[in-house]
């Protein structure tokens, strides 16, 4: 700055008590930062400070008990020099609007709004007897005269039910009560009286009154020359005899993601009491399968999931081509031609002696030191057992026991 104007001033905190400042002289204390601000009285010259103090809230001696600070009370606002003299006031006159159609920031006295509700109306929403909130298309004003313990008031309510109206008035009409028309005298439109047969086909009643109950039943043989599609959930045909013409029947969907198996479930009586069945193709084991006590899983709501269990049943046939694959076969009496075996993993074997070119022995009892050796190109022999003592040479292509050690002639 180009000119600077210092006043009288401490660098550290001071008491200024007994101190003295020429009138309208100033005078800074400083406390690191949080100092306060001194004038010489005008007529005395005595320190009054004006500003700040040594807790650091610089400028709040000088609100102190004033409208500024926020806690001013009536009693320090009417006593002392400079505040205000209530004491004699009766009342208060605040500035309010002069007319209806003025738009200011004026007081409203209870008499002006009274006379703007009676000479203009006002919205229903500033009327002080009506109960209008969270307001929306098709609400209309109703009187209620029990509301209010009996007092009655306007509430809002909506047009609900069989009538309704759109914010232009425009109404519509979407039902009536049961019996409130009468198709004879109070439409003019078309509608169905009577139901009449033109041969033997369909069986009609109730036909021929506005509040008849009709029922058409079919009557006997039916032909439909088209195509047939029939919903619901249930389709049951009680017939004996079934005829289809389609070589192939298709069952199911393909519905990704699918567990249910696929085929026929049948019921049938064991003499005792009524049992179900099922043979087709068992999705979870990917197999066909044919249980003749079969349960069909029920779902947690009761419902079934196509998806059954059971012990599977017997079934007979006559050449069957394929690949067994069960490792029990306990009832197998007759495997002409067999020429594929696996390993043969456990078991015994209670069959005949087989022979050596088919990887046997050809022998079918053995003791105890007994010697099994070739006495040919596809022969096996059993040499039994020698006395203690003895030793094993061979004799032309046998081996022989002996109790001679002879080292030969040459």
């Known amino acids: 700055m180009a000119n600077t104007i210092q006043i009288k001033r401490s660098s550290t905190a001071q008491d200024m008590t007994g101190e003295t400042l020429a009138r309208g002289e100033l005078a800074w ?66 500035p309010t609007v002069a007319s209806p159609t003025e738009n200011s920031t004026k007081v409203a006295t209870t008499a002006w709004v009274n006379t703007r509700i009676a000479t203009s109306g006002g919205a229903f929403s500033t009327l002080t007897d009506v109960d209008f909130n969270s307001l929306d298309n098709h609400h209309m004003a109703f009187y209620d005269a029990d509301a209010d313990n009996g007092n009655g008031k306007w509430i809002n309510n909506i047009i609900s039910g069989d009538v309704g109206i759109t914010k232009g008035g425009v109404a519509t009409v979407s039902g009536v009560q049961a019996n409130a028309i009468n198709l004879l005298t109070d439409t003019a439109s078309n509608y169905v009286a009577t139901i009449a047969n033109s041969d033997s086909n369909l069986a009609i009643t109730g036909s021929g009154a506005t509040d008849a109950a009709v029922q058409i039943d079919l009557a006997t043989n039916v032909s439909i020359a ?155 022999a059993r040499l039994t057992k020698g006395s ?9 292509n046998a081996p022989a026991w002996s109790s001679t050690l002879d080292g030969g002639t040459f």
């Open 29 to 94: 204390v400083d406390d690191s930062g949080a100092g306060t601000i001194y004038i010489g009285d005008a007529a005395t010259g005595a320190i009054k400070a004006i500003g700040g103090d040594k807790g650091g809230n610089w400028g709040e001696d000088f609100r102190t008990d004033t409208a500024l600070l926020g806690t001013t009370t009536m009693a320090a606002m009417t006593a002392g020099a400079g505040a205000f003299d209530m004491s004699g006031a009766t009342s208060v006159t605040a």
């Open 226 to 380: 088209g195509n047939l599609t029939v919903g619901g959930t249930t389709t049951q045909v009680d017939s004996t005899t079934v005829t289809v013409s389609d070589p192939v029947l298709v069952l199911g969907e393909s519905t990704q993601g699918s567990l249910k198996d696929s085929g026929v479930e049948y019921n049938w009586h064991d003499g005792t009491e009524n049992q179900g069945g099922f043979f087709g193709w068992d999705r979870s084991a990917d197999e066909f399968t044919f249980i003749p006590d079969a349960t069909n899983i029920l779902d947690n709501n009761g419902d079934t999931t196509e998806v059954f269990s059971g012990n599977a049943g017997n079934a007979r046939f006559a050449n069957i081509a394929g690949t067994l694959t069960t490792a029990a076969q306990p009832n197998v009496t007759d495997m002409v031609a067999l020429q594929v075996v696996g390993t043969i993993s456990t078991g015994v074997w209670n069959g005949n002696t087989v022979a050596e070119g088919y990887g046997g022995t050809g022998q079918n009892t053995y003791a105890a030191g007994d010697i099994l050796y070739a006495d040919g190109a596809d022969s096996l």
């Open 388 to 396: 203690d003592d003895m030793f094993l040479q061979m004799n032309g």
